[in-house]
């Protein structure tokens, strides 16, 4: 953790004078979602509202069982690359697909979306990572993912000149994993830091963090500038169901903790403020996919941008609600708009 | 032309004792689709709410001018299938996609929608065909198809034991280009009927009776039994610009035409009858994608249950008023629901 210089909300967590907003690493993938009843997420002894690893076989058989779908490109970081462009911000995405039908859909829509994305398309290995994902009644999401490929990034791939030009670079906790894709993932901290950058690190879910629970630990007690986590995530990193202290934890690990509390809305805690933020109201909410990463989109171009804790998680707020109002895991409209909302200019809430 | 025996406004248009509703032999795609602006589609040179066959050159270069898209499975006559499905019908397909990824979605989709769907992929040749689809803000669909292993449809993927259950043959306009997939088309339709069931042609687009004029005249003079056409296609299938002429012409031709008018709804035409069905209200329009696959649903969901005409053209408006309430060319919710509206019993009202 390096010394916040706070002033009036603003959190001075980004590198000056770099030329790119954020640059992100994860796991790049298609996903595949489907509307689908309770009763069959159960029969399918599913962990409903997470997310799960599935191999090709499981992959296979789920899909098989699972209604009609629509393909769309996910992945979460790369979720949070596409919002943070369609804010009108400038960024870059580091994964790995292969050069199929999939992994070209995915491609196409980064760098449709505005989105620089080079990082070669593999000529080997598994095909590209896809993610089944059922949509229940209640708007909640239920993933089932096959890495493929995605998961075999490689530090090579992090090309540096990229990392070195963002202001802010964020790691998706999903992509802990394999060993090289860990090397990636510490190589991009280090340049993107040494460049005069801060790194993010998104949770992702609770289930990656009790994957990998002392590793996470270390690197947001290490490399981690600024940390994205729900509750539970927040819980199973710091072991403990006491909120307040887990907060403490993070305030004293990051220089800036975003958690989000769904419906109840936000909080950002740096090591000497804690802002509030609450959700924007959406109805009717349709699909859930893809919030998390919209929000983090919301307040890293926020930050990016020089504004205010209290207005990037506002911009946080209002594009996790855009994108809880339609099925997929992407804005449907620019983002940009959400930038004339009049209650962006309230004024920050310290507590 | 069979004689037909209408009583009270119901058309004998169905094979009786046949097991099958509809039998659906088309062009296998997934549309790719995504929200543009005018500007774009007249930049690209585009006929705007018509379909263009493009190369595969075409296809990667208008890709990649294109902006992020969402895919689902579409083909004209496999959605249609699909919204018999979605009615709680019997349908099966018989279309061409290869053994790729975008392959895999099409066939996973129509089984998981309840179409029965057995065509081997295709192990060479070109990959599964797809179709770019520009939605206006006016929600109007400009599509460019790059037709791939699709168009190469062979008399042999008919299986004859899966025609001669149908009550009702539907086949594709679009398909009639290969000689190949003519001759697949040719013996569809007189399987069909020589097992007692009957056969439905869609023109498909004006484009289509163009290119293909005098066959079509042939076809629908000859083994067609019911008709789908927009008045633009039935203007270009009868050279003329006088509507009545057009109906008359198609009376003396098939058993039943249906022709979709858009707002103005539809009339379904028989040698002795004319009805007129109004279009079901919907607001907002987001993407008229599917519109008149879904009308042919309705149509012959009704036409297979033995409804009356009036009843199976109220379902084709209602089906179609469905699918462009939302981004997409198959139903985003069961179209059996719609059985249940009461405006459903409104008498036939003959012209």
Same mark, same amino acid.
């Given at each position: 953790m390096t010394e916040l210089s706070s002033?009036?909300?603003?959190?001075?967590v980004v590198g000056v004078?770099?030329?790119?907003?954020v640059v992100g690493v994860g796991n790049a993938m298609v996903d595949v979602i489907a509307t689908t009843s309770d009763d069959f997420v159960e029969a399918e002894g599913l962990v409903k509202n997470s997310m799960t690893l599935i191999d090709e076989a499981r992959a296979k058989q789920l899909y098989g069982t699972m209604g009609p779908g629509i393909e769309a490109s996910g992945g979460s970081c790369a979720n949070t690359m596409a919002g943070i462009a369609s804010f009108g911000g400038t960024a870059a995405y580091i994964g790995k697909v292969s050069d199929d039908q999939l992994g070209e859909v995915f491609a196409h829509d980064m760098r449709a979306t505005g989105v620089d994305f080079d990082v070669p398309f593999a000529t080997?290995?598994?095909a590209t990572a896809r993610c089944l994902i059922l949509v229940t009644p209640d708007a909640q999401r239920t993933m089932n993912t096959y890495l493929g490929i995605s998961s075999?990034?490689?530090?090579?791939?992090?090309?540096e000149a990229t990392v070195q030009r963002a202001k802010l670079l964020l790691c998706e906790g999903?992509?802990?994993?394999v060993d090289s894709a860990k090397q990636a993932i510490r190589k991009a901290m280090a340049v993107a830091r040494k460049a005069g950058g801060r790194a993010a690190l998104s949770l992702s879910d609770t289930f990656c963090v009790e994957r990998h629970h002392q590793e996470f630990r270390d690197l947001v007690a290490g490399p981690v500038d600024v940390l994205f986590a729900n509750r539970a995530e927040l819980a199973a990193l710091y072991e403990t169901d006491n909120f307040e202290k887990a907060i403490e934890a993070a305030r004293a690990d990051v220089d800036l903790a975003c958690i989000t509390m769904g419906k109840k809305g936000s909080l950002l805690a740096t090591p000497t403020e804690l802002v509030e933020i609450e959700a924007a109201e959406i109805?009717?909410?349709?699909?859930?996919?893809g919030a998390g990463d919209q929000y983090a989109a919301g307040v890293l171009f926020g930050l990016a941008r020089g504004f205010g804790l209290y207005e990037a998680g506002w911009l946080g707020s209002l594009a996790a609600a855009e994108v809880i109002?339609?099925?997929?895991?992407? $804005?449907? *409209?620019?983002?940009?708009?959400?930038?004339?909302? $009049?209650? *962006?200019q309230k004024s920050s809430k310290t507590l």
């Amino acid at each position: 953790m390096t010394e916040l210089s706070s002033d009036n909300g603003s959190a001075d967590v980004v590198g000056v004078g770099n030329a790119v907003d954020v640059v992100g690493v994860g796991n790049a993938m298609v996903d595949v979602i489907a509307t689908t009843s309770d009763d069959f997420v159960e029969a399918e002894g599913l962990v409903k509202n997470s997310m799960t690893l599935i191999d090709e076989a499981r992959a296979k058989q789920l899909y098989g069982t699972m209604g009609p779908g629509i393909e769309a490109s996910g992945g979460s970081c790369a979720n949070t690359m596409a919002g943070i462009a369609s804010f009108g911000g400038t960024a870059a995405y580091i994964g790995k697909v292969s050069d199929d039908q999939l992994g070209e859909v995915f491609a196409h829509d980064m760098r449709a979306t505005g989105v620089d994305f080079d990082v070669p398309f593999a000529t080997s290995g598994p095909a590209t990572a896809r993610c089944l994902i059922l949509v229940t009644p209640d708007a909640q999401r239920t993933m089932n993912t096959y890495l493929g490929i995605s998961s075999l990034l490689e530090p090579s791939d992090v090309q540096e000149a990229t990392v070195q030009r963002a202001k802010l670079l964020l790691c998706e906790g999903y992509l802990w994993d394999v060993d090289s894709a860990k090397q990636a993932i510490r190589k991009a901290m280090a340049v993107a830091r040494k460049a005069g950058g801060r790194a993010a690190l998104s949770l992702s879910d609770t289930f990656c963090v009790e994957r990998h629970h002392q590793e996470f630990r270390d690197l947001v007690a290490g490399p981690v500038d600024v940390l994205f986590a729900n509750r539970a995530e927040l819980a199973a990193l710091y072991e403990t169901d006491n909120f307040e202290k887990a907060i403490e934890a993070a305030r004293a690990d990051v220089d800036l903790a975003c958690i989000t509390m769904g419906k109840k809305g936000s909080l950002l805690a740096t090591p000497t403020e804690l802002v509030e933020i609450e959700a924007a109201e959406i109805a009717p909410v349709v699909d859930t996919t893809g919030a998390g990463d919209q929000y983090a989109a919301g307040v890293l171009f926020g930050l990016a941008r020089g504004f205010g804790l209290y207005e990037a998680g506002w911009l946080g707020s209002l594009a996790a609600a855009e994108v809880i109002s339609h099925v997929g895991p992407r $804005p449907a *409209r620019p983002l940009a708009e959400l930038l004339d909302q $009049p209650d *962006r200019q309230k004024s920050s809430k310290t507590l």
